[in-house]
């Protein structure tokens, strides 16, 4: 059974750094890429950024371009997110996704983790 | 990276089937057959209905089918039941520099 486990969100004050993790188990992980979905509080699933199976091709939504960082260790079956100068809008449960293929080519989203939370307020 | 626009809303009794939109551009929606829908409960992960515009994954309802015509993507599903009542939201790729877009989400409601 496939399984993503989100940790590492909390709350943070603006401009500050947090580096969230997702643990995946069930399959393997190195011929999948792997996605960073958020939602912010009553909102809608906005896609944040995605790494391709080898870490060859990577990819960040503009609204957090610049700001963070996707990073996936295949040898722990880890997929990171490092989340530099947080603003208020950052503040969201952020979901790990794996997409149905091993490359950042078309594909969808075939399983969710259950999201961490990251709350950006001072 | 705009997102798709789906209406806000969406209704039907039991038993009725219901469409819902989702109107993308000529950069996503219409030129990719890589829409996806996803189903999302109340405090729950979203889940994969819909791919590749009409596709179903193992497991999900054939109530459920998708179309595309030019920038405009729709789920359709028919013989509402009360378990289908959820937000929707659609997705497609958007090429290799804006990756993935979402719409804003259709909250479905069985009267």
């Known amino acids: 059974e496939v399984q993503l486990v989100e940790s590492g969100g909390g709350l943070v004050q603006p401009g500050r750094s947090l580096r969230l993790s997702c643990a995946a188990s069930?399959?393997?992980?190195?011929?999948?890429?792997m996605h960073w979905v958020r939602q912010a509080p009553g909102k809608g699933l906005e896609w944040v950024s995605g790494?391709?199976?080898?870490?060859?091709?990577?990819g960040y939504a503009d609204s957090v371009k610049g700001r963070f960082t996707i990073f996936r260790d295949n040898a722990k079956n880890f997929l990171d997110l490092q989340m530099n100068s947080l603003r208020a809008e950052d503040t969201a449960l952020y979901y790990c996704?794996?997409?149905?293929?091993?490359?950042?080519?078309?594909?969808?989203?075939?399983?969710w983790g259950q999201g961490t939370l990251v709350t950006v307020s001072s | 990276q705009s997102a798709l626009t789906q209406p806000p809303s969406a209704s039907g009794s039991p038993g009725q089937s219901v469409t819902i939109s989702c109107t993308g551009t000529?950069?996503?929606?219409?030129?990719?057959?890589?829409v996806s829908w996803y189903q999302q409960y109340p405090g729950k992960a979203p889940k994969l209905m819909i791919y590749?515009?009409?596709k179903r994954p193992s497991g999900v309802p054939d109530r459920f089918s998708g179309s595309k015509s030019g920038n405009t993507a729709s789920l359709t599903v028919s013989g509402l039941q009360a378990e289908d009542e959820a937000d929707y939201y659609c997705?497609?790729?958007?090429?290799?520099?804006?990756?993935?877009?979402f719409g804003g989400g259709t909250k479905l409601t069985v009267l």
């Open positions: 996704a794996r997409y149905s293929g091993y490359d950042l080519w078309g594909n969808y989203f075939d399983s």
């Open positions: 590749e515009v009409s």
């Open positions: 790494i391709s199976w080898n870490s060859g091709s990577i």
């Open positions: 000529s950069s996503d929606v219409g030129s990719y057959y890589y």
């Open positions: 069930g399959f393997t992980f190195d011929d999948y890429a």
């Open positions: 997705s497609s790729y958007a090429g290799s520099n804006n990756l993935r877009v």
